[in-house]
């Protein structure tokens, strides 16, 4: 499925969770650290007060709570605003 953002939305692909172990026990998904970054899959046109700094292959940072997670294809993407993204890896 292709998905194509509208306005000043963004489709993000986070960044893998690292896997962490304690001593040799291994810490479940549900209780692994959501990623903050991730890769910038697509971006919308902008609006007309607003216009798109952040482009498709941009690594960005983006806040704990920012963002819809969507199902496509199996994989597990987030669609936010691009006001949701904190800065641009360079």
Do not use: F, H, W
Not at 46 to 63: A, N, P, S
Not at 75 to 89: G, T
Request: net charge negative.
């Amino acid at each position: 499925m292709k998905i194509k953002p509208l306005s000043d939305r963004v489709l993000v692909r986070p960044a893998a969770a690292e896997e962490v172990t304690v001593s040799g026990i291994i810490i479940p998904d549900t209780a692994k650290e959501k990623p903050l970054k991730g890769i910038v899959l697509a971006a919308g046109n902008g609006t007309k007060d607003e216009e798109m700094v952040v482009k498709e292959g941009d690594t960005v940072l983006y806040g704990k709570y920012s963002g819809t997670e969507i199902d496509v294809d199996g994989e597990k993407l987030l669609i936010m605003r691009q006001s949701d993204i904190l800065a641009i890896c360079e």
